[in-house]
């Protein structure tokens, strides 16, 4: 198959997605309580990409973190393309520990996988949620939230957003679009975030944009992920940009441990001089 291009945002997420992966599994394995800590990619594609600045193969995350000092005691790869799942399970090799699905992130979390997780496991798990689009539904991040077992970092897709639902009148974007918005963000909310109900000079209804990205980042974070959710650390996110400045995605990190609270701001704070 052909690869993805991705560019210095996506090596930078990457990194830090990489850095914190390897932090967790070097502070559970000194935990004399903790039976085993799990890492699970829901949209984990084919393992590998291309750079685009060098043209180099990149390792994505699931081998990424195949690669740690201190690597996970279990993985769960998931990806709803077959082709993508089957070169993953070629890369994985033989490691008896590795999961690979071939299904719907939504589905296969909430039903099989983050029911496995629950406090009185004693495990504890790293969840990378990170949709080409607005694929991922509410109630998993919900799911995992609820554990208090599991850490998450989530791709809050700008892009797929902006291109295709958050036009300067809400009511250009199709009825499609706006309910796949809700599913992402469990809620309706964002539409009084972000528009205003205003006449035109002919007396037509329109809704008018009136806040933008910050704005619908800070709601989502307070509002949805520690609110409503109940992660009790959120920091700010990161704010990926492409060459030509135009938002992507914002990088979340939730949680319910101060520790990994503190050790990804960390790290959000040394990589934010190069966006």
């Known amino acids: 198959m052909k690869l993805d291009k991705i560019g210095i945002w996506s090596e930078i997420k990457l990194d830090i997605i990489k850095e914190y992966a390897s932090a967790f599994t070097t502070i559970m394995k000194s935990k004399a309580w903790c039976k085993g800590y799990v890492y699970i990619d829901a949209f984990a594609g084919p393992g590998v990409h291309i750079s685009r600045r060098t043209g180099e193969f990149i390792l994505g995350s699931p081998l990424n973190a195949l690669e740690i000092d201190y690597p996970f005691t279990e993985y769960h790869y998931i990806d709803i393309d077959k082709e993508k799942a089957e070169i993953l399970n070629r890369l994985a090799g033989d490691r008896t520990n590795v999961n690979i699905y071939?299904?719907?992130?939504?589905?296969?979390?909430?039903?099989?996988?983050?029911?496995?997780?629950?406090?009185?496991?004693?495990?504890?798990?790293?969840?990378?949620?990170?949709?080409?689009?607005?694929?991922?539904?509410?109630?998993?991040?919900?799911?995992?939230?609820?554990?208090?077992?599991?850490?998450?970092?989530?791709?809050?897709?700008?892009?797929?957003?902006?291109?295709?639902?958050?036009?300067?009148?809400?009511?250009?974007?199709?009825?499609?679009?706006?309910?796949?918005?809700?599913?992402?963000?469990?809620?309706?909310?964002?539409?009084?975030?972000?528009?205003?109900e205003q006449k035109d000079l002919f007396g037509e209804i329109y809704q008018m944009k009136i806040a933008g990205n910050i704005e619908l980042g800070d709601w989502f974070r307070r509002e949805r992920l520690q609110k409503n959710a109940g992660f009790k650390f959120v920091p700010e996110p990161v704010l990926m940009r492409n060459s030509r400045s135009g938002p992507l995605f914002l990088l979340f990190f939730a949680t319910h441990n101060e520790t990994g609270e503190k050790i990804v701001s960390d790290i959000f704070k040394k990589y934010r001089k190069y966006l």
Request: glycine share 2%; charged share 30%.
């Open 102 to 196: 071939q299904e719907d992130c939504n589905k296969i979390l909430t039903e099989k996988i983050l029911p496995s997780l629950p406090y009185k496991s004693y495990k504890r798990a790293l969840c990378i949620l990170d949709p080409y689009g607005l694929h991922l539904k509410w109630e998993t991040i919900v799911a995992a939230a609820r554990l208090r077992t599991t850490e998450i970092f989530l791709n809050f897709p700008l892009m797929d957003m902006n291109r295709n639902v958050l036009h300067k009148d809400l009511l250009d974007a199709s009825s499609e679009q706006i309910e796949r918005m809700n599913r992402f963000c469990g809620s309706e909310e964002w539409q009084k975030i972000l528009y205003r």
